[in-house]
């Protein structure tokens, strides 16, 4: 008998025979399932001789969905997730038209998923076009429904811009807004950054890491990204005096001992700092926008979207993704790289606290590379390599396990 998944505050309660809750994606997705099933499922299977096993079960979202009952996100779905609360899924096409302005999005929003956690690392032998991708090491949290994501745009010339600006431009502040502006909201409050500051500082604390930095842009835009900053620093010492110190702190002389150090960076400086020093850098806890952009560029450093995992976090439910599109060009080929929903299957391994089958995915995966046996997105850029469909990959990291397992 399976049983379903309990998370509290964060934390998954799991048996051995857990309910996973799967959405095969659009476009590529059913390959990239595929593929990615079969190497977390042998992974398990190796890691554990036969002892623990992940019951699948599919929910449907997206066109497969559209097809087959009309909606695009069905009720079914979202009383499934609630109710067996963790998922792992692939790319989802945004519908054009009609009231969803993207499935992802609605999903993070429906669970009030609002850690965004994307782990941004180097595999031996992937191309990169940086000098040093092997500095690069860094998990990102990026607050997942505030910001933009919880904002409001409203028209040049519409009534709502029309009232906000005249609203405005009554407090006779020192600067006036222009008639036909078009106008953007942008909502951080004090709990939405506390908790995502709190789940990147959690997550220093349970990997043993050392520095965690919030990246806003304070200098700026004081009461919304600044504030951000503000009441990380407030979180921490009110609820973390014993674990973490500021960098402030330090620069006044006092020792870090075992602590977590606590920074913050200007956002734009921030990027700079990941191409030039990123091996300064472990944990980055960021609003809305900055993360988005942040973890793309990211990603970039070590090998692009095709292997970049990613999941949504929050008290109740966890929904592990991919963090590319549907690639529909590609769809049905059997082409792509499954990697980046493989290793969001690694983050949810660990999430289970299946630390054993996770790392050993990531050894062969890693393997896979090294041998140069590769799909089309690194073989073009990898002198010698051998091309491989993107099931042929997958079988690649489920044979290399009995080699990684062996060392
Ligand atoms: P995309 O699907 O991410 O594809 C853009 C390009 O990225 C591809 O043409 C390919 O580049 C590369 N790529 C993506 N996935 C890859 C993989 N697994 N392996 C290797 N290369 C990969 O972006 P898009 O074309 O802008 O978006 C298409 C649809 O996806 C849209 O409907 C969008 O809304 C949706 N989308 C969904 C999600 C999600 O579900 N989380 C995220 C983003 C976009 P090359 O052709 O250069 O090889």
């Known amino acids: 008998m399976a049983d379903k998944v309990i998370i509290k505050d964060g934390k998954a309660e799991v048996s051995d025979n857990p309910i996973v809750l799967f959405i095969e994606g659009d476009g590529i997705g059913p390959d990239i399932w595929k593929a990615s099933q079969r190497v977390l499922d042998s992974a398990v299977e190796i890691a554990y001789g036969g002892k ?9 979202a997206g066109e497969k969905a559209f097809d087959q009952t009309g909606e695009w996100l069905p009720q079914k779905t979202i009383d499934d997730i609630k109710e067996y609360s963790l998922a792992i899924k692939g790319p989802l096409t945004t519908p054009v038209g009609g009231g969803i302005r993207s499935l992802n999005v609605a999903l993070r929003q429906i ?21 040093r991708p092997d500095k690069f090491d860094i998990t990102l949290f990026r607050e997942n429904t505030e910001d933009v994501y919880a904002g409001f745009d409203f ?22 807004l222009r008639d036909l502006s078009g106008i953007g909201i942008k909502p951080i409050s004090k709990m939405g950054s506390q908790r995502l500051i709190k789940s990147a500082i959690d997550y220093a604390i349970k990997k043993g890491l050392k520095k965690v930095h919030l990246i806003h842009k304070g200098n700026i835009m004081k009461y919304t990204e600044g504030s951000f900053r503000d009441w990380g620093y407030e979180l921490v010492k009110e609820k973390y005096a014993d674990k973490v110190i500021t960098e402030e702190e330090i620069w006044d002389g006092a020792e870090a001992g075992d602590k977590i150090v606590l920074g913050n960076r200007i956002a734009d400086s921030a990027f700079q700092q990941l191409l030039l020093r990123p ?14 952009f942040l973890s793309d560029a ?44 493989i290793l969001s299957g690694v983050m949810m391994l660990e999430f289970m606290g299946w630390d054993e089958a996770a790392s ?48």
């Open 111 to 131: 669970f009030d998923l609002f850690a965004c956690v994307r782990p941004v690392k180097w595999y031996q032998g992937v191309p990169s076009p940086m000098k």
């Open 298 to 341: 990211a990603a970039a450093q070590v090998g692009g979207l095709g292997i970049a995992p990613g999941a949504n976090i929050g008290y109740e439910q966890a929904i592990f993704e991919a963090t590319h599109g549907t690639a529909p060009k590609y769809a049905g080929l059997d082409k792509v790289n499954p990697g980046s929903v």
């Open 360 to 407: 050993l995915i990531e050894k062969a995966l890693e393997k896979a590379i090294e041998k140069k046996t590769v799909t089309y997105d690194f073989e073009r850029q990898m002198e010698g390599a051998t091309l491989l469909k993107c099931s042929e990959f997958g079988q690649a990291i489920v044979d290399n396990m009995s080699l990684v397992a062996a060392v």
């Open 155 to 176: 028209e040049s010339g519409s009534e709502e811009a029309n009232k906000i600006i005249e609203l405005v431009n009554s407090f006779n502040l020192e600067k006036q």
């Open 52 to 60: 623990k096993k992940i019951e699948w079960q599919e929910i449907l």
């Open 279 to 292: 091996d300064e850098y472990q944990v980055l806890a960021t609003m809305n926008l900055n993360g988005d």
